[in-house]
Every structure is written in structure tokens, then in C-alpha cells.
């Protein structure tokens, strides 16, 4: 080799340095479940942000630069969660962390993510109250579901409630927000049985029976996992017969495509995005994600939140010129920082980092088919707003719930 | 009052049904070849899916069940033929290995048929008695179970087959120093244990989630009831569900599911410690 090759060699080798260097990717981390008993909800997460991640590179990456994503699978298993957490975290350094399926794996990892300053986007629906200034909850939270569906249910239906949740953070704190809505003076409604389920049971012919003896005017139903899942055919096996309500079926578990009808008949739900929703930013959605997995068997709403996550980070780099969570947060503090979703234009509550949702009231019926009964336009995430979360002053790092509100 | 009476006595049907459904094929393979086949589960859910599938093609429900027990009896005849078979003389590494096999299927069954099937929905009929309606196939479920362990009882008891299966287990160096085949017997026992495991899934296969982890649901009950049983299906494993059952209906009428589990687990501890070698020991013992 002459002195002259060698040289040009180096020359091309720093130029391609410098080059790899100017579009050095953007590490995200995704943890979700595509095995264990949250697989058949959880896929449709990976497959959300995998569609989204490909569009944007297409188009060129955020800030000029690809995402690189990095997944992993915890089963389910919420120290697999923390695991991975730390892993990402700590030795991949991932610019933004995504992912987490139960209330229980978000709290789970949490607190490793707020000991550094890695943003963390939680995208899915829950129970509401976390003020968190390094977690920003793309999902559907209770004053966009639950102070819509359950004045709907006691004026349809009836003022007796009766609930059956899964034994979690998700489901205990889902019922304090029913007891906490039906003692509104405008709503007037009773809980008239409780019954919490843990996590994996799969038979409920007690649960069947103890509901019949209290007969109330209808069900909540915020049972969690495939198994607890089983519920709907027993019971319509029984013939139990009653109106459900829930923040979690249809849109999200997609129950009406997997058992058989009339299991889920009259059940409601409110939701921000269900894959039965026909407005032509809608189609065109549904179009691109189909064209990428013709085998999806429903686009789920966490899925479709995983998607306006990614949309959304982008958003908020683009505008802070950074990926360092302080500029990002500074991006969302004038409260203009809005996505045109495929369900709207939603926008990031800067004082809770929560987004506003186009949200709707849906109900099956015996054929499995879903109605949109009511139209209730864009609702914005004012709850924690209320009780003093305000992130642009201090960082509580908390869940707050109707009956733990924060000290004054 | 009639009706809350016979609410108790079908809830206790129910779970009783649940127990021994579940625990009948393991109480061949566990409690008589003491063979941890942590795969139990596994093979219910291949017996689930077999059914459904056959059902879908039009077989009607029954035919369905019985090529899912089929299914999953031959390929437990398989599973001992190719694994089972070398761990014999190591009974923690038979732990391993069909851990290992269940791990397999199951994320197997999740990459070749995706993550969860549309359900073929529970045979309709239903009934009512005083304020409730109940699942009439809940009772024939329960209708079953007495009928596995009648099936059992004579497969075991009345054929040469059994003669043969209970002398290998009780000593297999004799059995085969008379003669017996003991490698048949003991893929066909395994490959019967696991037909049950089959049948089990079969038959709930129309009220439940079908995901590749269903048969999870079944392993902890299915266990349990064989542990405390002992070694003895008939003497061992059937009052073992009599037992359990009634704990659990009851806990479950008083304080919710999660009081059942607990009591049920709690009702292990103390039958282990009272007696090691679980309900057969004891019978035994009272025999003698």
C-alpha cells in the first residue's frame, strides 16, 4: 500500500466517521409485553411503534437523525420491568424509554426512571394521578373515561353498580374512582358490590352467583389479563344478562373480535381511539398499519398510543432542538404542543404532562357490532391540574387518587 | 333459599369439576410415575386449541374434545419417547426438561398462531333456581369429572393394561423381569395422563380466553390437588378434590376469590405436614 492510499483511506474513514456521527441515531427504548398473559393486547404496542418509528425515517428522522429502536419483552413480570429499565437506562443510555402495560409495571419502574433524566412515555389508558415531571402519559386518563361513561350508565341503567376489577393498583384505584363519581350530587348512583379478582383467575361462577344476589342495574367491568378475561363467556353462559361498562374492553382487550357473540353484548366503554372509528384521518391510519401487519386482528387504543407517542416525541424535540428532558419539558411549557393524531389534534397538558383526548361513548350489541352512542369532542386532562399538580413549580413524584389527594 | 342452597352445592360442583379435570391426567403422570411434568399445562392448552380447531371445521363439540384429548394424548406418547424416557433415574432434571418443553410451546404457539384465538363460545342452555340462573354446561362439566374417574378407575382396575401399569410403578425391575414391557407401559401411561390433561382442556376450552398460557390457570390447582392426594387417583386424588373443593367454594362464598386461593394454599401446607405421603398414605395406612 503507498503512503498516498493509505492516506485517502484515512480521509474516507473520518469522513464516514463525521457522516455516522452528524445522523448518530436516537436511542429508544421500548418495553412491552409480546408473551405472557398481556401478549394478545401487548403486540399490537410493539407493532404501533415499530409503524411509527418506520414512518418517521422514512421522513427523515427527529432532528435529522433515525430512530434506533431497541425492544424488550418482560413477559409480564414486573422485575423483568425493572430489569430492563435499568438496563436501558443505565447501559444502552437510551434518549427516551417507552412501554409499560399494567399500572403495576409502570410504578414498578418509575422510580429508576426518575433517579436519572431519561423521558419516559407511559402509553397507555389508566387510572390517572401520577404527577411525574420525567413521565409523560399519552393514554386516556379518568376524567376522559370514567367521568363520561358512569353519569352515561346511571342515567341509561340505573343507580346500582356493582364492580368486578382485577387485584392491582389498576383495578383497586379504577373502583375508588367509581365510588369517588357515583357520590357526585349530579350523578346519585351506589356501589352495591365490590368484588376484586387476582390476577390470572380464570373461573367465576361465584362471582357470577354473588353478583345475581345483589342484582344490580349494571356492571363495571375492569377485570385485567386474558384470563380474567374468561368472565364474558361465563357469565353469558349463566345468562346473567346485564348492561357492563368498562375503561378497558372493546378498545383495548378488542373482546368483541376474540370470543364469540353475544358475550360482550351491552357492554360500553369510552375511548379516545377504537379501530371501528371511521373519520378519514382514521382510514388512512388504519390503512398504513394494516399495509405493515395484514395479520393484526385489532388495532388496539394502546397500541394507537404507542403510535402518537413516538409522533409526539418528535414533536417535542423538533421543537426544543434536543433530546435532554429539561429542553423537552421547556418545548411543551407554553402548552401549544400539539399532534395532529389520527383520532384529532390533541395536545400536552404542560402543568400534568397528560394529553387531551377526542373521546367517545361505545356499546356493543349482540352481534359484536360497535356504536358510537355519544360524541363527547375533545376533553382535556384537568384533574390533577385541580388538586395542585403543577409540574412548571415542583415535582412531586407521586400518584394521587380521589381519596389521596396531595398535603396543602 | 332453595335457590342459595343449590348456588352452594353447584359452586362446589363446579370447582370440584375444575380440580379433577384438572388434576386427572397429572395424577397419572405425577402421582403414579412421580414424573414433574411441569409441562401439565401445556398440554391442556394443545388439547384446547385441537378442540377448537376441530370445531371450527364443523366436528360437532364432543367429537371435538375427544381428538383434542386424542391430540394431546399422543403427543404426550411423543414427549416420552423423545425426553421423558432419559430422565427416569433423575426426577429434578424431568423438572427441567418439561419446563423447559413448556416454555417452548407455549412462545411456539405464540409465533406460529398468534397471541390469542377467537373463542368457539359455551354451548348454550341454561337454567334458573330461585334468584339465579346458572351454565347448564357447567353441570355437565361437573358430569365429566365423575366420568374421568370412572374411566380411571377402570382402566386401571379392570383391564390388563392397568394390572400391567400398576405393577411397573409399584417395581419395574420385577414387572419386567416377568415379562411386562415396562418402556410401553410407561409411554402409554404418560401418553394417558396427558390425554386427560387434553380432555381437561377440551372441555373448557368454549368458557375461557384461548391464549397459548391458558393451561397456566390449571398448573397451581392441578398440583395442589395432587400432592395433597398422593399417589392413588381414585383413593388419593379424588377426595383430594372432595376436600379442596369444599374449602374453596366456602372461602369464596365468604371473602372473594382471593381468600379461596389462599385458604387452598394454606390447606396444602398443613396436609403435607399432617400427611406426607397425602390422602393415599393415609387410606393406606387405615387399610393395613
Redesign the interface.
Known amino acids: 500500500m503507498t503512503l498516498r492510499s493509505a492516506l485517502l483511506g484515512a480521509v474516507a474513514s473520518l469522513l464516514c466517521i463525521s457522516a455516522a456521527l452528524a445522523a448518530d441515531p436516537i436511542k429508544v427504548g421500548l418495553i412491552e409485553d409480546i408473551s405472557g398473559d398481556f401478549a394478545a393486547i401487548g403486540l399490537p404496542k410493539l407493532h404501533g411503534s415499530l409503524l411509527a418509528v418506520d414512518e418517521i425515517n422514512k421522513a427523515g428522522g427527529v432532528l435529522g437523525r433515525p430512530l434506533a429502536l431497541t425492544h424488550l419483552d418482560p413477559q409480564g413480570d414486573n422485575a423483568r420491568y425493572q430489569e430492563f429499565a435499568r438496563r436501558l437506562i443505565d447501559r444502552d443510555k437510551v434518549d427516551v424509554l417507552i412501554g409499560g402495560i399494567t399500572s403495576a409495571s409502570r410504578e414498578a419502574i418509575r422510580p429508576i426512571v426518575d433517579k436519572g433524566d431519561t423521558p419516559y412515555f407511559y402509553t397507555n389508558q389508566y387510572e390517572g394521578g401520577v404527577c411525574d415531571a420525567n413521565e409523560f402519559s399519552v393514554g386516556a386518563i379518568p376524567e376522559q373515561q370514567f367521568s363520561t361513561l358512569i353519569p352515561y350508565m346511571v342515567k341509561k341503567f340505573g343507580p346500582k353498580s356493582y364492580v368486578v376489577a382485577a387485584d392491582y393498583n389498576f383495578g383497586q384505584l379504577s373502583a375508588e374512582w367509581n365510588r369517588s363519581i357515583l357520590k357526585q350530587p349530579d350523578v346519585k348512583g351506589t356501589v352495591v358490590g365490590e368484588e376484586f379478582i387476582p390476577l390470572g383467575v380464570s373461573q367465576f361462577a361465584q362471582t357470577i352467583q354473588n353478583i345475581q344476589k345483589v342484582k344490580p342495574d349494571w356492571l363495571l367491568t375492569i377485570n385485567v389479563g386474558d384470563a380474567q378475561d374468561s368472565f364474558f363467556e361465563q357469565a353469558a353462559a349463566a345468562k346473567l344478562n346485564l348492561p357492563m361498562a368498562s375503561s378497558i374492553k372493546i378498545m383495548l382487550g378488542f373482546e368483541h373480535k376474540r370470543f364469540k357473540p353475544p358475550a360482550l353484548n351491552n357492554m360500553h366503554a369510552a375511548a379516545n381511539w377504537f379501530e371501528e372509528l371511521n373519520t378519514p384521518p382514521a382510514e388512512d391510519f388504519k390503512k398504513r398499519w394494516h399495509a405493515m401487519y395484514p395479520n393484526e386482528p385489532y388495532i388496539n387504543d394502546m397500541g394507537y398510543n404507542a403510535y402518537v407517542a413516538l409522533y409526539l416525541y418528535k414533536a417535542m424535540a423538533e421543537k426544543a432542538h434536543s433530546t435532554k428532558l429539561a429542553e423537552l419539558r421547556k418545548s411543551i411549557a407554553d402548552g401549544g404542543m400539539c399532534v395532529d393524531a389520527p383520532e384529532g389534534r390533541i395536545c400536552l397538558d404542560p402543568k400534568n404532562q397528560h394529553m387531551s383526548h377526542h373521546m367517545y361513548l361505545l356499546s356493543v350489541d349482540g352481534k359484536h357490532d360497535v356504536h358510537i352512542e355519544q360524541d363527547f369532542g375533545v376533553i382535556q386532562p384537568y384533574w390533577l391540574t385541580q388538586i395542585g399538580c403543577d409540574l412548571t413549580k415542583d415535582n412531586p413524584q407521586e400518584q394521587y387518587s380521589p381519596d389521596n389527594l396531595p398535603q396543602k | 333459599m332453595a335457590g342459595d342452597l343449590f ?1 352452594y352445592l ?2 362446589f360442583a ?2 370440584f369439576a ?1 380440580l379433577i379435570l384438572a388434576s386427572a391426567g397429572l395424577a397419572i403422570v405425577f402421582g403414579m410415575m412421580g414424573v414433574i411434568n411441569m409441562a401439565h399445562g401445556e398440554f391442556i392448552m394443545c388439547g384446547a386449541y385441537v378442540t377448537v380447531g376441530m370445531s371450527r371445521l364443523g366436528l360437532p363439540l364432543v367429537l371435538a374434545q375427544l381428538c383434542g384429548a386424542g391430540a394431546a394424548g399422543l403427543a404426550g406418547v411423543l414427549v416420552e419417547l423423545l425426553i421423558v424416557r432419559r430422565f427416569y433415574d433423575r426426577p429434578a432434571d424431568t423438572l427441567l426438561a418439561t419446563w423447559g418443553l413448556s416454555l417452548i410451546v ?2 411456539g404457539t ?1 409465533l406460529v398462531l ?9 354451548p ?1 342452555g ?1 337454567f334458573t333456581v330461585g ?5 347448564t ?2 353441570m355437565e362439566l361437573f358430569a365429566a369429572s365423575v366420568l374421568v374417574l370412572a374411566f380411571v378407575y377402570f382402566v386401571f382396575m379392570c383391564t390388563s393394561f392397568g394390572v400391567l401399569a400398576r405393577a411397573t410403578m409399584q417395581h419395574a425391575p420385577m414387572a419386567r423381569a416377568l415379562g411386562v414391557r415396562i418402556n410401553w407401559i410407561y409411554a402409554l401411561s404418560f401418553g394417558l395422563g396427558t390425554g386427560l390433561a387434553g380432555l381437561c382442556g377440551g372441555l373448557y376450552a ?9 393451561g ?2 390449571f398448573v397451581v390447582e392441578s398440583f395442589v390437588t395432587v400432592v395433597i392426594g398422593g399417589a392413588n387417583v381414585l383413593l388419593g386424588t379424588a377426595p383430594a378434590g372432595v376436600l379442596l373443593a369444599i374449602i374453596r ?1 366456602g372461602l ?2 365468604w371473602h ?3 381468600v ?2 389462599i385458604g387452598m394454599l394454606v390447606a396444602v401446607i398443613l396436609v403435607i405436614r399432617v400427611l406426607p405421603d397425602g390422602i393415599t398414605g393415609w387410606v393406606n395406612k387405615r387399610l393395613r
Open positions: 348456588s353447584y359452586q363446579d370447582v375444575f407455549t412462545q405464540v398468534g397471541s390469542t384465538l377467537q373463542g368457539i363460545g359455551t348454550p341454561s334468584d339465579y340462573s346458572f351454565s354446561y357447567r368454549p368458557t375461557m380466553s384461548l391464549i397459548p398460557t391458558m397456566s390457570s367454594t369464596n362464598a372473594g376469590q382471593v379461596g386461593q
